[in-house]
């Protein structure tokens, strides 16, 4: 009698744990009875029936799928590595087991091939600087694949592009010499504007002589607060033409028909010869 019970017992106890499952939130399980699915249940406690109910389990969460390096010649004939990351998620658990035999790896090939197939209609510098436009193309493209599968996908990124050795050296000379070029479309817009400038004060100061005595006297202020053993003073030559008059009508008084005008112990004319003083410190 003891025996029976013990083995009633036990009886008891394989059938509950063979029976009962439990499931997370995430989850979800589809049931299989005598091999036909029946319908999906969870979360929490589900009770099978022991041999003739199955049970397969699906996670719900957002997958991270790690898309291996491919490589691909691009439009231009440039052959590249590229690698890239899916997100998705299964929405409808029951087609996920019965659409396909194991839906990661199906996704899986997918995204490679996919990846191999947008990228390789693309030119170097469209995959480079445009990566959201192929991210979206290749998301576009998953998305409508596995959608018979019951998978979303949500988001797919192009996560590293390599380049060859020679590839890299190219692009490097060719940003260097579009820096060198920048550069001196730059000096040559800074050296047209410096000249507009000099123009308009060359017109200011034509039209107002006086300007360019006080040009004169400020010049004079910036050289005299240098440390310099020597100071110019520019003298304009009008300075002395009152002089030059005065010695002309003297001349002609004395009977000379030209006024002379006296030289200066350089040997030249006073008119042409002075323009700065030098008065050392």
Do not use: H
């Amino acid at each position: 009698m003891t025996i029976s019970l013990a083995f009633l017992l036990f009886l008891i106890i394989a059938f509950l744990i063979s029976a009962i499952r439990i499931l997370n939130e995430y989850e979800r399980g589809v049931i299989f009875r005598l091999g036909r699915v029946i319908k999906t249940k969870g979360p929490g406690l589900i009770i099978l029936i022991p041999v003739i109910d199955k049970m397969r389990k699906i996670d719900l969460r957002i997958i991270t799928l790690d898309v291996p390096p491919q490589d691909i010649i691009t439009r231009d004939n440039v052959s590249v590595k590229v690698s890239a990351v899916v997100y998705f998620r299964v929405l409808d658990s029951r087609r996920a087991v019965i659409e396909v035999e194991n839906f990661l790896f199906a996704t899986s090939q997918l995204a490679q091939t996919t990846l191999r197939s947008v990228c390789g209609q693309a030119e170097l510098d469209e995959l480079l600087a445009e990566r959201d436009k192929i991210n979206a193309q290749i998301q576009e493209i998953l998305d409508l694949d596995t959608e018979p599968w019951g998978i979303k996908v949500s988001k797919v990124e192009v996560k590293e592009i390599d380049l060859p050795d020679e590839m890299k050296r190219a692009m490097a000379k060719q940003a260097e010499a579009e820096r060198e070029r920048r550069s001196k479309v730059i000096n040559a817009e800074g050296e047209f504007q410096a000249a507009r400038k000099l123009a308009d004060a060359a017109n200011i100061i034509n039209k107002a002589p006086a300007a360019l005595q006080l040009r004169y006297l400020q010049t004079l202020r910036e050289v005299a607060t240098e440390n310099n053993s020597t100071t110019l003073f520019p003298i304009p030559i009008d300075l002395f033409t009152p002089f030059v008059e005065i010695a002309g009508r003297l001349k002609s008084q004395e009977g000379t028909s030209e006024p002379v005008v006296p030289e200066m112990e350089t040997g030249s004319g006073l008119a042409s010869s002075i323009d700065n003083l030098s008065i050392e410190k």
